[in-house]
Structure formats: structure tokens, C-alpha cells
């Protein structure tokens, strides 16, 4: 289903039941869904559940140490977290993406093993591609640092630094920043 | 900042002459209205920017200001502010504008190479003339008609931004670049960016004012002037002022219907200017020059002048892109039609928004800084290669031969020559044998 909305481009309607003409698809699919006699129409309902899906995935995230992951393997959130100090707040590498980890096995044996496995068990924001893909910003004084995200425009994180305060929202239109290595 | 400097400039703006109309922008009241749409910044933020522009107004010698909006950047964002000076009191530039004019390709190398070859042949003149250079605008007219300052936080000291030119216009038109923030920042692009930061922050505050700033259709009217339309440059009527009949209309008249609000800058043409500039009005001694030598081809006499919708076209007419309207109008509030405000979006300048209620209006920005396009953006080739001299019979340029066509053309020659020796063998051959007889 995300893929499917991927292909969708534009601005979203407005309107739940919207139906996008979905004209980009392979002849296979065509067939396919012509036969069992739906048309290919996406609603923008589902649209708007994948672009959700997506933005959560690609760039939420939250600081080091907020979740840890116990011996047995579930994680689950941090109540010793007392934020992040003011030094670490302005790295990149004190923030991870909230989701499943990619880049982790791919690492050096001699990076791995500084890592602590009870909360470094996430990828961190140091080596997203294209590298520059987040501003880091300290606002209000210096009080609380925001983050945003250049792929999706309009996702901005906060946090203020030493205090369990955090939280990522997104304000926008709905479509990823595909000319993002041309505007860095 | 101490306490005894903001009571001497307190004391310095209660000395205004006008003492009901200060240039201070009401910010707060502004901000209230914006934030029954959901757009803003905190109340705080708001409140330092109010005092920011306090501090500008005291300094600098202001009739009108505004609080124009905020633009993000990478390491550090830009709070604008929109003025207007006092007639005659605005400051002469003594410095030249600092262009920082990328290194020049293309063609200087060119003319570079034709010197370095040898001497012995005078190789043909360059005959290319770079393409007239358009003037920028007067301060106070068109798209220089207000000057902006900016400043990274409010408390941090207000800069002047550079007055725009046409050139930055156009080059703005065809890049698209995130702000660092920093306003000396170079712009490293393709067009070449004729500035810096400063400058690419300046076109842009140009072309976001000119396509996003409106107001409700009545509110300003063109002023009395004797003559009509009839003016030298074509462009139609470039000031307005404020109507003192002006009868708001319902909020819902105002959003149901996008004729009811109207540009009140002018727009940009593709020229990068807002009136018509002809590059190719001669002088007499360049008309002299031209009878001497044969008319080129490629100067195109006519030009066709560029015309824009004139001054306070109502918002219907603006284009979409696709199937987006240029606008997207809403009442802040559907439950409550009596306190609803009329709030309206820009699709093609995301981040540009506009307010009306009763007599009250306002625009203002806060985003990235860039249009929007439905397609992804392409980035502009560079230019074919030039040829280094015009065909002429003596001289033509052909293109080199390829590897295979070389090694052909050997294989060809030595073949024509292994027949013609064989030919001179059979006949000193033959002459040998009657010899031999």
C-alpha cells in the first residue's frame, strides 16, 4: 500500500474519499486489478495513512537514551531519562531514527563495541543520506534545541535539554523534498 | 542592552512629530488574528520581534515599517522587516554593490585561448557581445520600492539588505538553494549566482512580496493623477494609496470568492524588473558603429516588451499550477461565523499567508524561502560547447575524427600504397625481363 501512494505526487485535496487516478503502474498490475473488476483509483485516505506510515519512519526520532532495550529484547521507554545535556543536545549523534535499525550491522567491530547495547540499539541521525538532511537550531535562548528535517519540510523535533521534554510533529504538505541534494 | 538606553529611546520616539501614527507595527495584534488560523510564532517570539522592530525604528529613519515574515535556514534563521524611509532621507550608498561576480566562464576563456595561439596567423576576433546588461530599479520604485532588514534573532543587530537587481531576479528564478543563514554565505550554483546570500535572500523577498502580497479589493485605490494610462515605459500605474471610503466586506464575501483581494505590488516580469526596460534603445554613438559594420543577425530589434498584470489585479487571475489554485481561502473558524477571520494560502509560495477582517489585513511569511513545483526540480545544462571561430570560407571548424575513422583511414592509405608499390615491383619486373631478353 505505501508503495502504491508513493507514486502518487501533488498537493493532497482535502478531501478523505478523494479518488487519485492511478495511472503509473505496471500493465501487470492493470490487468490484475482490472480483472477482478476494481478500477485503479486510489482513495486519498489511503494516501494520507502511507505518507504517515512513511514520514514516521523516515524521520521520527527521538534522543539518546529516551527507550532502552532490556536483555530480552523488548524495548520500552526510559523512566530514568533525565534529557540530554545542553553539549550533547547540539550533536546529531544523540538522536535516532524511531524505527528499525539499518545501518547498525553494518558498523566496525570497533565501533560496535562502545556502543551500549541497552539504549544505542537504533540507528543515529549522524549518517543519514544525503548527509546535512537535518538542521540543528537552538531557539528561545538557547533553552530548547529544535531540529528539522530538510527530506520532509514542515517535521520539526524539540527538546529541552535536561529535562524528560521532547516530541516531534509535522506541519506540511504531505510530499517528500525530492530536490533536497540540489538545495544543500 | 541596558535599562537607561531603552528610556532614551523610548524618550526618542515619544518626540515624533505624528504622534498618533507611529511606523511601529502593531505585531501582537497581527500575530493574534494569524494565530486563529494556526500560523505564527509563540507569543514570546512575537513579542522580542515587536521589540526588535522598536529598536530598528528608533535607529534608522523609518516612515512606514512591517513585519514581513520569517525564513528558515540551516544554521540560523532570518526574521525580515519591510520599510519604507522617509522621502529624502534615505541613505546614499557610497559603496558600489558588492557583486561577487562568479568566476567567469564561458567565454573569457575562450577570447583567453585565442591569445595564446601563435601569432603568425591573427586568429579571427572573438565577435561576442555579452548581452546588454539590465539596470536595476530606482530605490523607492518597483521592485527596489521597499527596503528589507533582517536580522538571525530578534536582539541581534538589523542589516540592510542590498537593493535587488534584474539579474538576480532571473538567476533566482532557475536555482533553488536552501538559506545557511549567514548572510555573506557564497551561492554556489548553476546559473552562476551573481551575489551572495544577502543578495539570493533579497531576490527572493522580491518575488515572494510581488506574487503573494494582496489586500482586500477597495483598501487601496490608485491615487488621482491627471493623465491615464498613456506613460513612456508602458507600465501603467505604479502607486496607490490608501482609500478613506473603504467598506470592508463580509468574511464570507472575502473567502467564498478570490475577487475580492488584490495584488498590491507590482509584478515581476520576466525581465527581472517591474517596468519594461528596452536594452536596445541605442545611442547616437553606438547607432554610428552599427552603419560601419554589417547588421548581425541576431539583434533582435524588436524585443517584445514584457507586460505584467498592472498594479491591484484582483486574485482570480492568477494562474494556477496543474490543477492547484493559486489560493486556498478559508474562515478561521466554521462554528463560529460572527468571530471568523478570513485567512488565506499561497499554493505557489507555501508559507506566504494573508489575513482580513473588517478593516484589518495583513500578510506575512514564514517558510523556506521557495515557489512551489509539482515537478522535481532540474537543474539547468550547461551550455554546448562554443566554437572557438565562425565558419568562414578559409576557416571551418569539423569535428575531430574518431579512433575508427583514423585507423580506417590508415588501413585505406597503406592498402592504396601496398597497391601502388606492387604496381612499380610489376614493372620494374617486367622491365627487368625485357631487359633480360
Known amino acids: ?184 | 542592552m541596558s535599562a537607561k538606553h531603552f528610556e532614551r529611546m523610548s524618550a526618542l520616539t515619544l518626540d515624533l512629530p505624528s504622534q498618533g501614527e507611529t511606523p511601529l507595527p502593531n505585531v501582537m495584534e497581527t500575530a493574534f488574528y494569524f494565530e486563529q488560523a494556526g500560523i505564527g510564532l509563540s507569543k514570546d517570539e512575537s513579542y522580542h520581534i515587536f521589540l526588535a522592530l522598536k529598536k530598528l525604528i528608533s535607529v534608522q529613519p523609518i516612515q512606514t515599517c512591517r513585519f514581513w515574515g520569517k525564513i528558515l535556514g540551516l544554521e540560523m534563521n532570518y526574521i525580515i522587516a519591510e520599510v519604507q524611509y522617509h522621502e529624502g532621507e534615505e541613505e546614499e550608498e557610497t559603496e558600489e554593490e558588492e557583486v561577487i561576480e562568479e568566476g567567469g566562464k564561458g567565454m573569457d576563456e575562450v577570447e583567453d585561448e585565442d591569445e595564446e595561439k601563435e601569432k603568425e596567423d591573427e586568429p579571427p576576433k572573438s565577435t561576442y557581445k555579452p548581452p546588454p546588461v539590465i539596470p536595476k530599479e530606482e530605490n523607492g520604485t518597483g521592485a527596489n520600492k521597499y527596503v528589507y532588514f533582517v536580522c538571525n534573532e530578534p536582539g541581534k543587530p538589523w542589516v540592510k539588505l542590498p537593493p535587488v537587481t534584474p539579474a538576480q531576479i532571473v538567476c533566482a528564478r532557475k536555482i533553488k538553494k536552501f538559506f545557511t543563514g549567514r548572510l555573506d554565505a557564497p551561492v554556489v550554483s548553476f546559473p552562476p549566482f551573481p551575489g551572495n546570500e544577502a543578495n539570493y535572500l533579497r531576490a527572493q523577498i522580491a518575488r515572494i512580496s510581488a506574487g503573494t502580497q494582496i489586500s482586500p479589493i477597495g483598501f487601496y485605490q490608485f491615487a488621482e493623477e491627471e493623465g491615464d494610462e498613456e506613460e513612456e515605459g508602458g507600465g501603467g500605474r505604479d502607486t496607490y494609496e490608501e482609500n478613506p471610503d473603504f467598506q470592508p466586506l463580509s468574511v464570507a464575501e472575502m473567502v467564498d470568492s478570490l475577487s475580492t483581494w488584490v495584488h498590491h505590488v507590482q509584478s515581476i516580469l520576466k525581465q527581472g524588473r517591474c517596468i519594461w526596460f528596452n536594452p536596445f534603445q541605442k545611442s547616437e554613438e553606438q547607432e554610428e558603429e552599427e552603419d560601419e559594420e554589417e547588421e548581425k543577425a541576431e539583434e533582435p530589434d524588436e524585443l517584445q516588451q514584457e507586460t505584467g498584470p498592472p498594479l491591484l489585479t484582483p486574485l482570480s487571475e492568477d494562474e494556477g499550477i496543474q490543477n492547484i489554485p493559486a489560493w486556498t481561502a478559508q474562515p478561521s473558524t466554521n462554528l463560529i461565523p460572527q468571530h471568523a477571520v478570513a485567512v488565506l494560502q499561497s499554493n505557489r509560495w507555501p508559507g506566504a499567508y494573508a489575513f482580513a477582517s473588517g478593516k484589518k489585513f495583513d500578510n506575512i511569511y514564514f517558510g523556506w524561502g521557495h515557489k512551489y513545483s509539482p515537478e522535481n526540480y532540474t537543474p539547468a545544462l550547461p551550455p554546448p560547447v562554443q566554437a572557438e571561430y565562425p565558419s568562414e570560407p578559409e576557416i571551418t571548424e569539423t569535428r575531430d575524427p574518431t579512433l575508427e575513422e583514423e585507423l580506417a583511414f590508415k588501413a585505406a592509405k597503406e592498402a592504396a600504397l601496398a597497391a601502388a608499390e606492387e604496381e612499380e615491383d610489376e614493372e620494374d619486373v617486367e622491365e627487368d625481363e625485357e631487359e633480360d631478353d
Open chain 1, 1 to 184: 500500500m505505501v508503495a502504491q501512494a508513493e507514486q502518487l505526487k501533488g498537493r493532497f485535496q482535502g478531501d478523505p474519499s478523494f479518488e487519485y487516478e492511478y495511472t503509473e503502474i505496471n500493465a501487470e498490475d492493470a490487468e490484475r486489478l482490472i480483472e477482478d473488476g476494481k478500477e485503479p483509483m486510489i482513495k486519498e485516505e489511503v494516501r494520507l495513512v502511507a505518507t504517515i506510515e512513511q514520514i514516521d519512519r523516515a524521520v521520527g526520532i527521538i534522543p539518546r537514551g529516551a527507550f532502552v532495550k532490556t536483555p530480552l529484547g523488548s524495548v520500552h521507554e526510559n523512566r530514568n531519562f533525565e534529557g540530554l545535556s545542553v553539549m550533547e543536545a547540539k550533536k546529531l549523534s544523540s538522536y535516532f531514527h524511531f524505527t528499525e535499525p539499518v545501518n547498525l550491522k553494518n558498523k566496525t567491530l570497533l565501533e560496535k563495541a562502545d556502543l551500549d547495547p541497552s539504549t544505542d540499539f537504533l540507528d543515529s541521525l549522524e549518517h543519514d543520506i544525503p548527509q546535512g538532511s537535518w538542521t540543528v537550531q537552538l531557539e528561545k535562548g538557547g533553552t530548547v534545541v529544535v531540529l528539522r528535517s530538510l527530506l520532509w519540510l514542515g517535521l520539526t523535533f524539540y527538546h529541552v535539554p535536561m529535562t524528560k521534554q521532547y516530541g516531534y510533529i509535522y506541519f506540511g504538505s504531505g510530499e517528500k523534498n525530492l530536490d533536497l541534494p540540489f538545495m544543500m
